[in-house]
């Protein structure tokens, strides 16, 4: 049964509204297709505008992300240091280093300790971030190539929500 685009309902084909240009989309009814064009122009707008400032480097993301996760203000000297000791000991990309903390963060609910470094989750967790990675990515692929039934969707959804935080995690 197929699913609005905008608000997840389940409807049977013939009450759906499909896309015209975009036939495999499908909406409960023309109102929602047109609030779902219109968000998508929105964000596109809001994505053009962040485009044209010049882009992060992955290093700036991740001391942005140490930054807004650490309980003090971080020694920066010391901390560039560190990180540049790790990408070379570990031959990490500073994206896998950005994960490895999100993951600690925000999935294991690690709360860093401002006495010590970035030792304390990197690369002691980097392995178990980047299996729990694969396994989003698997899961992603795995929805995607399925046509949505009616009960497959009922169980996911749930538990990818929880997960959805992540999923930036896996599309840097
Ligand atoms: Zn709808």
């Known amino acids: 049964m197929p699913r609005c685009k905008y608000c997840n309902e389940l409807k049977p084909p013939s009450e759906c509204f499909q896309d015209p240009n975009y036939k495999s989309n499908q909406y409960c009814s023309e109102e929602h297709w047109k609030l779902h064009i219109k968000s998508k122009n929105a964000t596109q707008t809001v994505d053009t505008?962040?485009?044209?400032?010049?882009?992060?480097?992955?290093?700036?993301?991740l001391t942005d992300y140490i930054q807004s996760i650490w309980p003090v203000e971080p020694n920066w000297k010391w901390m560039s240091k560190q990180i540049e000791n790790l990408s070379k000991e570990t031959g990490l990309?500073?994206?896998?280093?950005?994960?490895?903390?999100?993951?600690?963060?925000?999935?294991?609910g690690f709360e860093p300790d401002g006495n010590y470094g970035l030792q304390q989750f990197i690369p002691r967790y980097s392995k178990e971030a980047d299996d729990f990675a694969d396994d989003i990515r698997r899961i992603q692929s795995g929805l995607d190539g399925i046509d949505f039934e009616d009960e497959l969707v009922k169980v996911p959804v749930g538990k990818r929500r929880v997960r959805r935080p992540l999923k930036e995690d896996v599309e840097f």
Do not use: F, H, Q
């Open 49 to 61: 505008s962040k485009n044209k400032a010049k882009p992060k480097s992955d290093r700036v993301k």
């Open 93 to 108: 990309s500073y994206n896998d280093m950005r994960m490895t903390l999100k993951y600690c963060i925000e999935y294991k």
